[in-house]
């Protein structure tokens, strides 16, 4: 048999089990940091896939392969001050900051902190960027908590 023909068998296989195709184009390979060059190319090349490094994202979140930093979910920050900057805090009042935060942005890592463990310097920057939308700080100045955060939780 050829090479050729043992990728095909081998594709074919795969499409009767799961009723689906192999679309050649979009496939990738993830391999370990361990394991040589040598192979992922031997491999790559046997199969005719292309090599990855990254595994990509899966609704929103990425599938992490490595370290969880503070520059994994450095992406997650910048949605939240993202999405707090289309909004004034200024123009609404406290109640209505509170409530625009417990519904929008602390509905933003929840999936996350469902699939990943956060650091908890990551769980303190959210909290931070949190409070200081609810008690109007911006990057100008910073204006005075009038309760203590457990209260408004």
């Known amino acids: 048999m050829t090479q050729a023909t043992v990728i095909q ?3 074919d296989q795969f499409g009767e089990a799961s009723r689906q195709k192999v679309n050649r184009s979009k496939t990738q390979i993830f391999f370990s ?15 005719g896939f292309s090599a990855t490094l990254d595994l990509g994202k899966y609704l929103g979140a990425s599938l992490i392969h490595r370290r969880i930093t503070k520059l994994v979910y450095a992406e997650l ?8 900057s ?7 009042s406290f109640a209505g900051r509170v409530t625009l935060t417990k519904a929008c942005l602390q509905s933003i890592p929840v999936y996350l902190m469902q699939s990943a463990k956060l650091c908890v310097s990551i769980c303190d920057e959210i909290g931070k960027v949190v409070r200081n939308f609810i008690w109007g700080s911006t990057r100008e100045g910073k204006k005075m908590h009038l309760l203590r955060w457990d209260n408004v939780c």
């Open 33 to 47: 940091v361990k394991v040589p060059e040598f192979l992922i190319h031997n491999i790559s090349s046997f199969f």
């Open 9 to 11: 068998s081998i594709l």
């Open 86 to 92: 289309g909004w004034r805090s200024s123009q609404l």
């Open 77 to 84: 920050l910048n949605k939240l001050i993202t999405k707090l």
